[in-house]
Structure formats: structure tokens, C-alpha cells
């Protein structure tokens, strides 16, 4: 990832990393907070206190926005340079290629591998390798704050984390907008096949069955997106099913804890720390979730990368830029 970062680019990483974890620290104490005002409405204080903890939640908010951005922005920056280094470091490699390996190698295959392994790379060193340290980093912290306030109520949550983290990474990992693109070019390639061959598609009276294979085509395209569209539907609705289960299942046990006055095994938990603990608990399923979904474009971005530095670091049996290499005075021999 590093290859050909300079000292201003390992700046911007660095300024990458701080806002991904002023995000990761922000939202489970965004969500604490929310338990420290409900506290504070349920005990009937006075407008300073809650106006205290509102006051807090907007910081928090702009902290989150903030962070937010800077992450966004200071990933895509340092993605886009490093990119940019090896296009050009791979076009120089190939120039310098000799004949015989282009024999093996069309340059419209590798004008295409350009494009395809290094925005792989852009993609996973940019924007998912932030999100899965991301989202790795905030499950630490949301568990940790968890387990600091109130450690018997989050071990019974405990029992609902594997549900929220699969199913939530089941809804984020259901996008085949690739697979139905994929599907749509197919069917795009057959129309441009039969328009260039249109006078011999003509001649032999195909017309028909042109069309007819264009519809095959079109209704491969509408399966594989049929397909996405249930997955979706499906996880969706079972996302929604796990949460409504999960408040039930916390605020039945938060109930029993608040009421219970066996303190010495039971603790001391008010109303706030307990709605606090649950959306902290959740969240933090959710983060889980997400990084094996993210963690397939970082593994794209390893596979692409391994092949842009194959080319760039491959010696052609010829090398086109030997300084010690014999010229030739004269084309006669």
C-alpha cells in the first residue's frame, strides 16, 4: 500500500487514521449520552442539567460529521495519489516490455487490466480498509464502554450479537449491482455483435432469431437481479425481525435488573444506563457485521495489487533501457 507513498502521503494517511478513530470513539459515547438524558428527564432536573446534555449530544453530532468527512476525505486523497503513482509506474513497465512478451500479453488486455487492478487498489486502500479498521475499532470501544458501565447486563446482550452481526453483514453483502451489470453487458455485447454482422444477419433472414437471443439475454439480467431483489427483501426483513426481538429481549431483562434488589448481584442500573447499554450492545453488533462485507474489496485490493507489481517488477529477456547495451553505427551488415 505504502510502495510508492511519500512523506506528504503517509501525512495523509496519518490524518486518515485520527478521524477514523475520533469516529470510532464518538459513537458509542453519542449513544451514552442518550441514556444520561433520559436519566436526566426522568428524574425531574432542573433545565441547566438537561440543557447540559443537550448541549452534548450536538457536540457529539458535529464530531461525528466531522470525523466523518476527514476520514472520507483523507482516505480518498491518499487512495487517489498512491493510485496515480502505480498507473504511471505500470505504463512505464510496459513501454519498456519487450516484443515477445506482447505476443503473449494484447495491449487491449492490458489497457484494460490498468483500469480494472488499480481500481481495485483505490477502492480497497481508500475507502473499505478505513471502514473495516473502522468498524473494528468502534465494536472494541462500544464493548469496552459497555462492559465498563454495566458488565451483567451486557454479558446477557452477548447472546444476541452473533443474530445482529450476521444479519446485518447479510443486508450490507446483498448488493449484486456488479452481478446485474455484468448480466446487462452480456446482453449489450450480443446487440453490438449482431449490429456490426447486420448485413449477414440480414442476408440469412436472422433477424428474428437475433431478437429472440436478445431477450435471453435480457431475462438472464432480470433473474440475476430478481435474485438480489429477494436477498434483500429477505434480509432486510429479518434485520428488522432480530432488532424488535433484541429490544424486547433487553428491555424484559433491563426491567428485571432495575427492579431487582439483590444489588449484590444485580448492581445498581437506572433506566437511562440500561436503554444506553442496549443501543451501545447493538451498534457495536452492527460494526462487526460489516467488516467481513469490506474486508472482500481490501482482499481485491491485495489480489490486484500483487498483479500491477508482477508487470512493474518483471525483467523482459531484452531490456529496452541497458545502459551497457552495444549500439548500432550502421544498419549494414
Known amino acids: 500500500m505504502c510502495t510508492y507513498a511519500e512523506k506528504f502521503d503517509y501525512i495523509i494517511l496519518i490524518f486518515s487514521w485520527i478521524g477514523t478513530v475520533c469516529f470510532a470513539v464518538a459513537t458509542p459515547a453519542s449513544l451514552g449520552s442518550f441514556g444520561s438524558m433520559m436519566d436526566s428527564l426522568g428524574g425531574n432536573e432542573g433545565i441547566d442539567s438537561i440543557g447540559t446534555q443537550a448541549l452534548t449530544m450536538v457536540i457529539l453530532g458535529f464530531i ?30 510496459l513501454l519498456k516490455k519487450d516484443g515477445k512478451y506482447f505476443d503473449q500479453n494484447t495491449c487491449s488486455q492490458m489497457s484494460a487490466r490498468i483500469s480494472k487492478e488499480t481500481t481495485a487498489i483505490q477502492t480497497g486502500i481508500g475507502q473499505k480498509i478505513n471502514t473495516v479498521w473502522g468498524s473494528l475499532l468502534t465494536f472494541v470501544l462500544s464493548f469496552a464502554i459497555a462492559f465498563t458501565w454495566g458488565w451483567k447486563y451486557t454479558l446477557i446482550l452477548l447472546a444476541f450479537i452473533p443474530l445482529i452481526g450476521i444479519v446485518g453483514g447479510a443486508f450490507a453483502g446483498m448488493d449484486n449491482t456488479e452481478a446485474v451489470m455484468k448480466a446487462q453487458a452480456q446482453s449489450s455485447g450480443f446487440a453490438e455483435q449482431a449490429l456490426n454482422s447486420i448485413k449477414v444477419v440480414q442476408s440469412f433472414g436472422r433477424e428474428e432469431l437475433e431478437a429472440e437471443n436478445y431477450v435471453k439475454y435480457l431475462q438472464n439480467s432480470i433473474d440475476v437481479g430478481r435474485e438480489g431483489v429477494i436477498g434483500i427483501a429477505l434480509s432486510q426483513g429479518g434485520m428488522y425481525g432480530i432488532i424488535y426481538v433484541f429490544y424486547a429481549y433487553s428491555f424484559w431483562f433491563g426491567s428485571v435488573l432495575i427492579g431487582s434488589k439483590d444489588e449484590s448481584f444485580t448492581g445498581t442500573y437506572s433506566g437511562g444506563e440500561v436503554f444506553a447499554i442496549m443501543f451501545i450492545v447493538m451498534v457495536g453488533g452492527f460494526f462487526i457485521g460489516n467488516i467481513p462485507v469490506h474486508s472482500g474489496a481490501v482482499n481485491d485490493a491485495k489480489i490486484g495489487g500483487k498483479l500491477a507489481f508482477d508487470v512493474i517488477h518483471h525483467q523482459s529477456d531484452i531490456p529496452t533501457d541497458d545502459k551497457n547495451a552495444k549500439k548500432v553505427d550502421s544498419s549494414t551488415f
Open 64 to 93: 461525528l460529521m466531522i470525523a466523518s468527512c476527514w476520514q472520507a476525505f483523507f482516505g480518498d486523497w491518499f487512495a487517489q495519489r498512491i493510485t496515480l503513482k502505480i498507473k504511471v509506474a505500470y505504463l512505464q513497465a
